[in-house]
């Protein structure tokens, strides 16, 4: 345990060092979310004109309801990728060569890409994330039905999010090349989870393909948790299906990381392929 732990301390530490070279970088962690729901909202707006729109959706009728529901979209978006993003800064030190010197050590694999997510999730989300709350407690759009609810939002939120980031993490265990990860997880990933549209809008294919991701689920516990007051009951079977999901995607990412190391050992080096 204390290994594990010591793992988790030095990745932190390295990826306080890579992301924070500069004050401008701790700025931009609050202007590009902040510009993304400034984004969404005036996106949105023309639409919540349109003739029989608060009857479909009420929420259109209350400016302030809306803007939280966009801004529990965009936290929670945050959260998950910068894990994406954190899986990318991974990939260099693949190509660096210094995730092969990391392997030739007895550190814990799973600890490892565990640690270097939940660093990354911690340094990119923590400004907006107070930001967030701390605009809606002003706003007064904050409904929760008791204090251990904040518990559970950030529960369903960091969990979930360092599951996510983990299995990323693994893949680049197969491939140096992470590229890809901003194609097929930034605009695609905010769609099918319901970031800023309601799942009731999307087709069903959509809302099948989203629950694949536990992004959609932390957001429907976050949205539930503060803005409708509803309790832990309440919300129970999307706090079973996101639990299911985060085992899921640990299992899946030890498999992954013994599978790739083997392969690694088999046929070169971690820089090679």
């Not at 729901?37 to 919540?48: D, F, G, K, M, S």
Request: proline content about 4%.
């Amino acid at each position: 345990m204390s290994a594990a732990w010591r793992v988790v301390v030095a990745e932190a530490f390295k990826q306080h060092r890579r992301i924070f070279g500069t004050k401008l970088v701790v700025f931009s962690m609050l202007v590009w979310p902040v510009l993304t729901l400034a984004t969404a909202y005036y996106t949105i707006l023309p639409v919540t004109a349109a003739p029989g729109a608060a009857a479909r959706w009420p929420l259109v009728a209350d400016p302030q309801r809306l803007a939280a529901f966009l801004a529990a979209g965009a936290l929670a978006y945050t959260f998950f990728f910068s894990l994406v993003q954190s899986a990318w800064h991974f990939s260099f030190e693949r190509v660096s060569g210094t995730l092969e010197a990391i392997f030739l050590t007895p550190a814990s694999r799973l600890a490892l890409v565990i640690a270097n997510g939940s660093g990354a999730l911690v340094q990119n989300a923590w400004l907006f994330g107070a930001f967030a709350v701390a605009a809606a407690t002003a706003t007064g759009t904050l409904h929760v039905a008791h204090p251990g609810m904040y518990l559970v939002a950030l529960a369903a939120l960091l969990v979930p999010a360092i599951a996510w980031g983990a299995f990323l993490n693994s893949l680049l265990m197969f491939s140096r090349d992470s590229a890809f990860l901003y194609t097929l997880l930034d605009d695609p990933l905010w769609f099918v989870a319901g970031v800023r549209l309601p799942l009731f809008a999307l087709p069903l294919w959509v809302k099948a393909i989203g629950l694949a991701f536990p992004l959609t689920t932390s957001l429907a516990i976050l949205r539930g948790a503060l803005l409708d007051a509803r309790d832990a009951s309440d919300l129970g079977g999307e706090l079973a299906l996101l639990a299911a999901l985060s085992v899921v995607l640990l299992a899946l990412t030890a498999v992954t990381l013994r599978i790739g190391e083997r392969h690694a050992q088999k046929t070169g080096s971690l820089q090679l392929f």
